[in-house]
């Protein structure tokens, strides 16, 4: 008994370790999912274990959405800059390579990539099933982004390892929705999200105690206008079958198509999903009190954070 004590205060211990290693690299918020629940509720062939056979633990991080000011700007800006997945990316990276240096256990970043057999809407491994187990984010009505009561809209990372460490708990409470959104679905049947989204691609349902009792969100009419590399395939056919010179001009030069060659040279995330108006208005997106970094700043300076 007092071995197994020793480990387990031992693997305590490293948890600590790897989560202050997160935090230190960006991370707003980290946590390690029970991996016994993404291995009962991931479909089979997108569960950790397909990835890594020997996996023991999942750990999850979220880094900040946007600054404050990305919020002021216009969509066609804000399709430029808005992502910041990049760095959630950087900083699991990173953790793997720390969790072998100093617990000597096997770990793996967590490709967040399609699924090149299952096609480009499904991904090896759903990132927001570890993130909501792993008690960083909670599903929202707008399309099931996961929301967190201090720090909004984060985007997610993973991290497989053979370190067995102990697991966090999902949300006890989802901040979604909110009252102020609970209040504008009852006078007109929609809450901010879905009013504002640019293709009404969010809808749901909204029970008697103010909690979220039904989500749909249409993926194709939200790839159709903003996951511009679904569309290239086309793009390129228009002009390949165009019979006149002219026409096949139009087809790859026209100002919009233009748009996605430039993005391609230079490196953009504009490719993928860069359309942010559900979150633009989403009261916990924007106004969570650690949020941004003039909130988190203003907080420090409060003793808050």
């Given at each position: 008994m007092a071995g197994k004590r020793t480990a387990s205060v031992a693997l305590a211990t490293a948890k600590q370790a790897i989560l202050e290693y997160a935090k230190r690299k960006g991370a707003l918020a980290a946590g390690v999912a029970d991996l016994d629940a993404i291995e009962r509720i991931a479909p089979p062939g997108h569960r950790p274990s397909d990835i890594m056979p020997h996996v023991r633990s999942v750990i999850s991080l979220g880094v900040g959405g946007q600054t404050q000011?990305?919020?002021?700007?216009?969509?066609k800006a804000m399709a430029y800059?808005?992502?910041?997945?990049?760095?959630?990316?950087?900083?699991?990276?990173?953790?793997?390579?720390?969790?072998?240096?100093?617990?000597?256990?096997?770990?793996?970043?967590?490709?967040?990539?399609?699924?090149?057999?299952?096609?480009?809407?499904?991904?090896?491994?759903?990132?927001?099933?570890?993130?909501?187990?792993?008690?960083?984010?909670?599903?929202?009505?707008?399309?099931?982004?996961?929301?967190?009561?201090?720090?909004?809209?984060?985007?997610?990372?993973?991290?497989?390892?053979?370190?067995?460490?102990?697991?966090?708990?999902p949300m006890a409470e989802n901040p979604c929705p909110t009252p102020s959104c609970v209040s504008l679905y009852r006078k007109t049947g929609q809450t901010p999200c879905m009013r504002f989204c640019p293709v009404q691609c969010l809808s749901g349902v909204i029970d008697d105690d103010g909690q979220q009792a039904q989500m749909h969100y249409d993926m194709a009419k939200c790839a159709e206008m903003s996951q511009q590399y679904e569309g290239m395939p086309g793009l390129i056919a228009d002009a390949i079958n165009a019979l006149e010179p002219g026409a096949q001009e139009d087809a790859l030069f026209d100002p919009d198509n233009k748009m996605v060659w430039y993005k391609m040279s230079v490196g953009s995330g504009g490719l993928l999903a860069q359309c942010f108006e559900c979150m633009r208005v989403c009261p916990i997106a924007i106004n969570a009190p650690l949020a941004d970094p003039i909130r988190r700043a203003e907080a420090r300076e409060r003793g808050e954070s």
């Amino acid at each position: 008994m007092a071995g197994k004590r020793t480990a387990s205060v031992a693997l305590a211990t490293a948890k600590q370790a790897i989560l202050e290693y997160a935090k230190r690299k960006g991370a707003l918020a980290a946590g390690v999912a029970d991996l016994d629940a993404i291995e009962r509720i991931a479909p089979p062939g997108h569960r950790p274990s397909d990835i890594m056979p020997h996996v023991r633990s999942v750990i999850s991080l979220g880094v900040g959405g946007q600054t404050q000011g990305a919020w002021t700007v216009p969509a066609k800006a804000m399709a430029y800059f808005g992502s910041t997945e990049s760095r959630a990316y950087t900083a699991a990276y990173g953790l793997a390579f720390f969790i072998e240096d100093r617990f000597r256990a096997r770990s793996v970043y967590c490709p967040p990539d399609l699924d090149n057999e299952a096609g480009p809407r499904v991904p090896l491994q759903s990132l927001k099933l570890h993130a909501e187990l792993a008690g960083i984010g909670a599903r929202s009505l707008a399309g099931d982004i996961l929301l967190h009561p201090d720090f909004g809209y984060m985007y997610f990372a993973s991290v497989f390892t053979e370190l067995e460490l102990p697991p966090d708990e999902p949300m006890a409470e989802n901040p979604c929705p909110t009252p102020s959104c609970v209040s504008l679905y009852r006078k007109t049947g929609q809450t901010p999200c879905m009013r504002f989204c640019p293709v009404q691609c969010l809808s749901g349902v909204i029970d008697d105690d103010g909690q979220q009792a039904q989500m749909h969100y249409d993926m194709a009419k939200c790839a159709e206008m903003s996951q511009q590399y679904e569309g290239m395939p086309g793009l390129i056919a228009d002009a390949i079958n165009a019979l006149e010179p002219g026409a096949q001009e139009d087809a790859l030069f026209d100002p919009d198509n233009k748009m996605v060659w430039y993005k391609m040279s230079v490196g953009s995330g504009g490719l993928l999903a860069q359309c942010f108006e559900c979150m633009r208005v989403c009261p916990i997106a924007i106004n969570a009190p650690l949020a941004d970094p003039i909130r988190r700043a203003e907080a420090r300076e409060r003793g808050e954070s």
